[in-house]
């Protein structure tokens, strides 16, 4: 007899610390005709939020093309500045860049990037980050925003969700902020870029950096 396999996992933690990195793996145990049989997963890791950004300057590395630390949704690739030819980074030797291109089959550049910061509930909470946008036809604006979940919302459009003005990014780097009351032990950094125009041949570009949190 063989029981129906598992199709969906979840690890819980009793508590976690504040800026640490936990490492667990999923082993699963399978018994048939009296014999069993263990597989094991590779190691995932997650880093609990700190008092600051981690990877804020992006120096701390990327995998698949995605800061560590950072999670990214949308249309776009993603990459890490250091690899773009011809780029000028003010702030180290890393950023993160999301572009998409009408020759590879995007319609739109339309990306969110965020990460999650431990605060004190009832603090007011100022969230600064620079960032550059340039897009290969004048014809094609790529327009950003700033958001922070007061309560850690997941999700960019949950109810609670604060953001600045959506404005046309300069091709320069240029600083933005927000500040909010936290009204949980952790708030979520949004930032949001989309562009407006046919992108067919074109390719728009966003770039992120020192992105940093100060508790007022």
């Not at 005709?33 to 120096?59: L, M, T, W």
């Not at 739109?108 to 990037?113: A, V």
């Not at 509930?121 to 980050?129: F, L, S």
């Amino acid at each position: 007899m063989v029981s129906e396999p598992a199709r969906r996992q979840r690890v819980e933690f009793d508590a976690i610390l504040p800026n640490k990195v936990y490492r667990y793996s999923i082993e699963t145990v399978s018994e048939r005709d009296g014999h069993s049989k263990s597989i094991k997963s590779a190691d995932y890791e997650i880093r609990s939020p700190g008092s600051q950004v981690f990877n804020g300057d992006f120096d701390d590395g990327f995998f698949a093309g995605i800061a560590r630390g950072w999670n990214i949704n949308g249309d776009g690739f993603c990459t890490d500045a250091a690899l773009v030819p011809l780029t000028h980074l003010v702030y180290g030797k890393h950023a993160q860049v999301v572009y998409a291109s009408g020759e590879r089959g995007h319609a739109t550049l339309d990306s969110t990037l965020s990460t999650l910061v431990a605060v004190k509930p009832g603090q007011q909470v100022k969230v600064d980050v620079s960032w550059l946008a340039r897009a290969t036809v004048d014809s094609v604006k790529i327009l950003s925003r700033l958001g922070i979940g007061p309560e850690g919302q997941s999700q960019p459009g949950a109810v609670g969700v604060q953001w600045s003005p959506w404005q046309e990014t300069p091709g320069f780097w240029d600083d933005a902020s927000i500040s909010v009351a936290a009204k949980n032990s952790v708030i979520r950094i949004f930032v949001q870029c989309r562009s407006e125009g046919f992108l067919e041949k074109a390719t728009a570009t966003f770039m992120l950096d020192n992105v940093r949190v100060e508790a007022q």
